[in-house]
């Protein structure tokens, strides 16, 4: 993902709900100034570590919701996905606690001092 789609993304979710950082990966767009100057702590996550990444877990739960289906064509199967994230996106609960790891927690609260307005 390009650097402004990223930066577009975050500034989305900041208008529907809190956002405390972004963790983020060793992805060539998340080292852009665009990125860095999003107001909020950048966490970054070792090389190899998709287990670390929240989102990561999102993806498990989809993959979860799909295996294992025959799908008639690609479009159903794609309808499949979205009706998982639309009834995922419904219960705010169950992706926080899906997706809050305590080691980002402590990261959140140790890098609050690097917020970049």
Not at 3 to 29: C, F, H, I, Y
Not at 97 to 114: E, F, G, K, V
Request: aromatic share 6%; glycine share 6%; charged share 25%.
């Amino acid at each position: 993902m390009k650097a402004e789609m990223v930066r577009a993304a975050v500034n989305g979710l900041k208008q529907q709900t809190e956002v405390g950082a972004v963790v983020w990966d060793g992805a060539p767009s998340h080292s852009d100034q665009r990125v860095h100057g999003l107001g909020l702590p950048l966490i970054g996550l070792p090389s190899y570590s998709p287990e670390l990444n929240p989102a990561e877990r999102v993806f498990e739960e989809v993959r979860r919701w799909t295996e294992g289906r025959v799908y008639t064509s690609i479009k159903d199967k794609v309808n499949a996905v979205e009706e998982f994230l639309t009834a995922f996106e419904s219960d705010p609960d169950q992706v926080k606690t899906l997706c809050r790891l305590d080691w980002n927690d402590a990261a959140i609260h140790d890098q609050q001092s690097l917020i970049v307005a």
